[in-house]
């Protein structure tokens, strides 16, 4: 397969490999030179990869209502009262 790259560096990846792989879009990936220096690997990024922790806002939904730091912190008390069973 032969593809294009764009005057910004750019390239298409076609849709079977994107397929293959299971690259959505705006889907990190990881590219690494080749030792020779022929080649290009492309895949999707790895778990631990480094990437921004702003990319996990909104990863854990929550269906009721927000709950404070504070809020938390009387919720972990208590539970400690209560397994101690003073509570």
Excluded: C, W
Aim: net charge positive; glycine share 12%; hydrophobic share 40%.
């Amino acid at each position: 397969m032969t593809v294009s790259v764009s005057s910004k560096g750019q390239m298409v990846i076609p849709k079977e490999i994107r397929d293959a792989l299971g690259i959505k879009p705006g889907m990190q990936l990881d590219v690494e030179l080749s030792p020779d220096g022929n080649a290009v690997t492309l895949r999707p990024a790895r778990a631990g990869s480094k990437q921004p922790v702003s990319r996990l806002f909104g990863v854990l939904k929550h269906g009721g209502r927000p709950v404070s730091v504070a809020d938390m912190g009387g919720l972990a008390a208590a539970r400690r009262l209560a397994e101690k069973g003073k509570l």
